[in-house]
């Protein structure tokens, strides 16, 4: 259930059936993860290279879900930088490379940062990335998941259009009327 709900939450954020964040297909990132996890716990949980960078793949994951659910409601140019920087890091052979990536761009994230109280659920959606980054776990990662998946259901993404709108002064009649 996990592996479809992650793959729909990409989807989701994505707007597309194949957003082709993972060449292999997001279901299996997930699937693989599994997999290894498992197979660690049953040999006494001691933890593995292979595990920590799948874990770090999937957590990557769920991060850009994220990261482009908030691109896409908050249209700012500087926050796709961020974006670029976890696709980047997804591309990465091992945990020190990831680690390495991101390091070097770092302050491409302070840009999400910018005029985010404008709008709840781009807020919200920056909460989950932030412990989307903090997640230690399976389980932390699976209920993020979850979350994501319920709040982007809820998002209004035609926002930016109407909010757009609302900025459009009216014209003035007597200037109309003088046409």
Same mark, same amino acid.
């Given at each position: ?47 593995? !290279? ?46 020190? !490379? ?31 990335? !932030? ?49």
């Amino acid at each position: 259930m996990s592996a479809k709900s992650f793959e729909i939450l990409l989807e989701t954020a994505f707007d597309t059936e194949n957003p082709g964040v993972f060449e292999e297909g997001t279901a299996k990132v997930y699937e693989q993860f599994e997999k290894i996890y498992r197979d660690t716990h049953l040999k006494g949980g001691k933890l593995t !290279e292979e595990l920590s960078f799948r874990f770090e793949r999937l957590r990557l994951g769920v991060a850009i879900a994220f990261v482009k659910a908030f691109t896409r409601l908050a249209n700012n140019e500087k926050s796709k930088e961020a974006l670029d920087t976890l696709q980047e890091a997804i591309k990465a052979k091992n945990t020190r !490379e990831i680690d390495k990536i991101v390091q070097k761009k770092i302050a491409t994230f302070d840009h999400l940062y910018h005029e985010i109280f404008v709008n709840e659920q781009r807020e919200h959606i920056l909460e989950l990335f !932030e412990r989307t980054l903090d997640a230690a776990t399976k389980e932390e990662l699976d209920e993020l998941i979850f979350e994501g998946l319920d709040l982007l259901q809820e998002v209004d993404w035609d926002a930016a259009t109407h909010e757009d709108d609302d900025d459009i002064e009216p014209l003035d009649e007597d200037f109309l009327k003088n046409i």
